[in-house]
């Protein structure tokens, strides 16, 4: 069964979102790396992939159902913060976007009643629990932990494969 003009606009929208946040996390791994922080750099590096991989999982979809993705502008992203925590703190603020546009995308599917497009869907919904989860702990540690011991959480983010 071909993907709908509905689906496959929500999609494409999300494929979007899901490229420009990856334009952020690397922007946010590339502003630690200035700053010597080569543990949160490797995490940041990694959800970059992460959210590429997403971008093309549902191009990949969307492709596999008879359908069009279409890229549209990706709009320049941040790349100056004041220290680590205010980039985790700008972390939960993404993840907690990201997963009102997954729920978004998940009410396009139940509405047109897609059912490939819902099962498709719902392991995005469990993903986005898991990552504001995470970051979540991540700014738990930064609150438990003196100024001094972020070099610990650094090295700690750092061994992320």
């Not at 059912?115 to 990552?131: G, P």
Request: glycine share 4%; proline share 1%.
């Amino acid at each position: 069964m071909n993907i709908n003009q509905a689906m496959q606009d929500a999609f494409n929208e999300q494929i979007a979102a899901e490229f420009w946040s990856s334009h952020l996390y690397l922007s946010m791994g590339l502003y630690f790396r200035k700053e010597g922080w080569n543990g949160f750099a490797n995490w940041m590096f990694k959800q970059a992939e992460e959210e590429k991989e997403h971008a093309m999982d549902m191009a990949n979809y969307v492709i596999n159902r008879g359908g069009e993705v279409t890229i549209g502008e990706i709009k320049a992203v941040e790349t100056k913060w004041d220290g680590p925590k205010e980039v985790f703190e700008a972390t939960l603020k993404h993840e907690q976007a990201v997963t009102e546009m997954v729920n978004k995308l998940a009410d396009v599917a139940d509405e047109q009643k897609d059912r490939a497009s819902q099962n498709f869907i719902a392991k995005y919904i469990d993903e986005q629990v898991e990552e504001e989860k995470n970051c979540h702990n991540i700014l738990l540690l930064f609150k438990q932990m003196p100024h001094h011991t972020i070099a610990h959480i650094d090295r700690k983010l750092g061994e992320r494969a």
